[in-house]
């Protein structure tokens, strides 16, 4: 169709802005299954592909085996998988969305057995699945060392952990992890400065351990969650970590923040210092998505849900 070919001159032209700016980029998440798509990101240079599917999505497909979407799917992993490593991620923090993990177990084991049918293909070994959650599935940060998944969660996090460590590629485990967040709703126990990287921390009762940033406490408490669930060796991928650099909202803390780091739409110099720290802090890491590119106007202005200023760019570059 017109509208096809529109979108894929427009795509086209995106990608060569996008080879221009970000050569060194190898590693992209997107919810766009297209084939072409992907096929333009791999001509990009990029050797690391995540395909998201969006959580109003995840209900659709726990309902119905023969929903379209999967197709799609399967359509551009027969294609693309063996040239580059593709994981699929089903949905994006469900717990937060209203999302049932049920479903996501659901998507996940229909998913699974796509994969299998097509062992013989070669996909088994290129392809990874995931669920990424936030750090509200944990029991709490203080003490990281301590900390669980909460119970409502356990039993769904635990089949997810096994779907994704049965498949030939290995399984990794995906949250997304905002320091800035533990400083704005904690921030009676987070200083600005240890969520920066700027300062270390200790907690009791966790004698010896030093926390070098609040990505390094919320990584603790994470393989802390894992190794209770039966998971200690489980690789860890953080999905989404950033800092904004626009403003925010009438949260006091969150006053308190820009007053102290002065965000300005066009500086940023505090998210580029907090990445310098994000790559020390995440060694131990399979991989590491920052958030953002670009800012996200479209998306409500309240900062409390919906940060919109998180982009390393504004929306028109």
């Known amino acids: 169709s017109l509208g096809r070919q529109k979108e894929r001159l427009l795509l086209e032209h995106a990608i060569a802005e996008f080879k221009e700016h970000f050569p060194a980029v190898r590693c992209v998440r997107l919810y766009h299954a297209e084939e072409f798509t992907v096929g333009a990101l ?24 023969q929903h379209v979407l999967y197709a799609r799917l399967f359509a551009v992993l027969e294609k693309y ?11 994006n923090e469900p717990e937060l969305e209203g999302g049932d993990l049920g479903e996501s177990v659901a998507v996940m084991e229909a998913l699974q057995k796509g994969l299998s049918d097509r062992k013989s293909r070669g996909m088994m070994k290129c392809v990874r699945l995931i669920v990424p959650f936030s750090s509200s599935i944990m029991t709490g940060l203080y003490p990281a060392c301590k900390a669980q998944f909460k119970p409502q969660y356990a039993q769904h996090v635990r089949k997810i952990a096994n779907i994704t460590q049965s498949l030939e590629n290995g399984g990794t485990f995906q949250m997304n992890i905002y320091p800035v967040y533990a400083y704005i709703y904690a921030y009676k126990h987070v ?34 969650s894992l190794e209770d669930l039966g998971f200690p060796n489980m690789p860890i991928v953080i999905g989404e970590t950033g800092w904004p650099t626009g403003g925010c909202s009438a949260v006091p803390a969150c006053r308190q923040l820009e007053r102290e780091v002065g965000f300005h739409p066009l ?9 310098s720290f994000v790559a020390d802090s995440t060694k131990n890491t399979v991989s590491t998505h920052y958030f953002e590119v670009f800012d996200e106007l479209a998306q409500d202005a309240d900062y409390d849900h919906h940060p919109n200023h998180l982009g390393i760019l504004r929306e028109d570059g």
Do not use: W
């Open 267 to 275: 500086t940023i110099d505090v998210a580029s210092q907090y990445y």
């Open 42 to 65: 791999i001509e990009a240079g990029v050797t690391n592909i995540q395909v998201a599917i969006p959580q109003h999505e995840v209900s659709n497909l726990a309902r119905d085996p």
């Open 81 to 91: 998988a063996e040239r580059v490593q593709v994981t699929v991620a089903v949905g």
């Open 191 to 224: 200083s600005l400065k240890f969520a920066l990287g700027q300062e270390s921390d200790t907690q009791e009762p966790c004698p010896g351990i030093v926390y070098q940033s609040g990505l390094d406490m919320e990584l603790t408490a994470l393989r802390a």
